[in-house]
């Protein structure tokens, strides 16, 4: 799945495709949590930390820095999480594609994500998220 976005030919600001590295990319979430969701994965569709080339790990880790610092610089949150779920049992929904998710968070926001219908209300359009997030994306 992720990696027919990466690969699908759509301009970056269609896609929602934030980065491109060699062997990893990042992309918001089409279901955020919070404004700027941001994913980061290996281009290459693997289900484990354990899976990945020496080269997929260090630039999957260094592009989840700059993620997390471009959502710092975007959106002044009061932390960041940063996390992965490995496994259908650990809660990942596309187990075949690892995938880390890098989250605003704000002091008193309760740590709960509300859904209606299966529908989130955040304050800006992905649109606006990636275009945020594109201007302070680090060099």
Not at 101 to 123: E, I, K, Q, Y
Not at 128 to 139: D, G, I, Q, V
Request: aromatic content about 8%; overall charge negative.
């Amino acid at each position: 799945m992720f990696s027919a976005v990466e690969q699908s030919g759509l301009p970056d600001e269609e896609s929602f495709v934030l980065h491109r590295g060699s062997t990893a990319f990042a992309m918001l979430n089409i279901y955020p949590y919070t404004s700027g969701h941001t994913m980061v994965m290996p281009k290459r569709p693997v289900g484990s930390l354990a899976d990945l080339t020496d080269a997929e790990h260090a630039e999957l880790w260094s592009m989840v820095r700059d993620a997390v610092a471009a959502i710092e610089a975007a959106y002044l949150p009061g932390g960041v999480n940063v996390g992965l779920n490995q496994g259908r049992a650990a809660g990942a929904g596309i187990p075949e594609h690892l995938h880390v998710h890098c989250v605003a968070r704000w002091t008193g926001d309760t740590n709960f994500m509300t859904a209606t219908a299966g529908v989130r209300v955040l304050p800006e359009a992905l649109a606006e998220s990636w275009a945020k997030l594109r201007e302070h994306w680090p060099a």
